[in-house]
């Protein structure tokens, strides 16, 4: 299942960009990406800046492509439950095992902004919190 899921993508059609990555690196559809030393890779929580990747790239591919859309919105599943005071607010990646997740009460490399609306996330709950990347790989 998918880390992060694409809800909203207000640039008309999808506007993409082709990383270079490892051939051995494995990057799943749904996975935010960043890249070291000019390579793509699984973000991780000391990443500063992360793009996403709506179809991800297997073991033996040496591309992968993400979407080069800064309005997009994604749903993700937080690493606690979600709270109406964390609207607007800016938030971190975080690994919980091999997921990626939204670190709701962390806010220092604030790759992500929560969403302002109503439907930012149901209160008392950490799945499906709605997100925008706040820092973009480009």
């Known amino acids: 299942m998918a880390d992060f899921k694409l809800v909203n993508n207000y640039v008309k059609g999808m506007p993409m960009k082709t990383l270079s990555k490892d051939s051995a690196t494995v ?17 991780t929580a000391s990443s500063t800046e992360i793009a996403f990747s709506p179809n991800g790239a297997i073991d033996g ?26 609207r607007g607010t800016e938030v971190d990646l975080v690994l919980s095992g091999t997921a990626q997740q939204i ?4 806010s220092s490399t604030n790759v992500f902004k929560v969403s302002i609306g109503t439907d930012a996330g149901v209160v ?5 919190i709605k997100v925008r990347i706040n820092k973009f790989l480009y």
């Open 103 to 106: 670190d709701v009460g962390s």
């Open 27 to 43: 990057i799943e559809a749904g996975d935010m990406v960043d890249l070291t030393s000019g390579l793509a890779t699984k973000a």
């Open 61 to 86: 591919e040496t591309t992968v492509q993400v979407l080069n859309d800064s309005e997009a919105e994604f749903t993700g599943t937080g690493d606690a439950v979600f709270a109406g005071t964390q």
């Open 124 to 128: 008392n709950s950490a799945s499906e």
